[in-house]
């Protein structure tokens, strides 16, 4: 079973830039599709971001498309996530995910392994 260790979090003032980074500890990792989720207090869940096995596919919710970039590096098990222009309204808990599978998936039920979560402020 892979393990997902997410860091990158921290405090950034409205407008900056972050890039959170996953660590995967399956081998396998190129044919695991990954994606991005978060949390808000009070909230579900949301689905932020998504990516193919070799990274020639991805998916962003409407919410970040723009200022967001998912990729992944196969070859150190890395997936990462560049946030720019960031919002108050980004501040969240962000959660890794994965699922080994062909099609590259949204839906919060649809993937097997999550990581512990890096919690992400941003300031007005």
């Known amino acids: 079973q892979v393990q997902l260790v997410e860091s990158g979090g921290g405090l950034v003032q409205a407008g900056g830039s972050l890039r959170l980074s996953c660590a995967a500890s399956?081998?396998?990792?190129?044919?695991?599709?990954m994606g991005w989720f978060r949390q808000a207090p009070g909230k579900e869940r949301e689905f932020v971001a998504a990516?193919?096995?070799?990274?020639?596919?991805?998916y962003y919710a409407d919410s970040v498309k723009g200022r967001f970039t998912i990729s992944r590096d196969n070859a150190k098990n890395m997936l990462y996530l560049q946030m720019n222009s960031l919002k108050p309204e980004d501040t969240a808990v962000y959660y890794c995910?994965?699922?080994?599978?062909?099609?590259?998936?949204?839906?919060?039920?649809?993937?097997?392994?999550w990581g512990q979560g890096t919690q992400v402020t941003v300031s007005s």
């Open positions: 995910a994965a699922r080994r599978t062909m099609r590259i998936i949204t839906a919060r039920n649809e993937y097997d392994y």
């Open positions: 399956e081998r396998t990792f190129s044919s695991y599709v």
């Open positions: 990516i193919s096995w070799i990274g020639d596919s991805t």
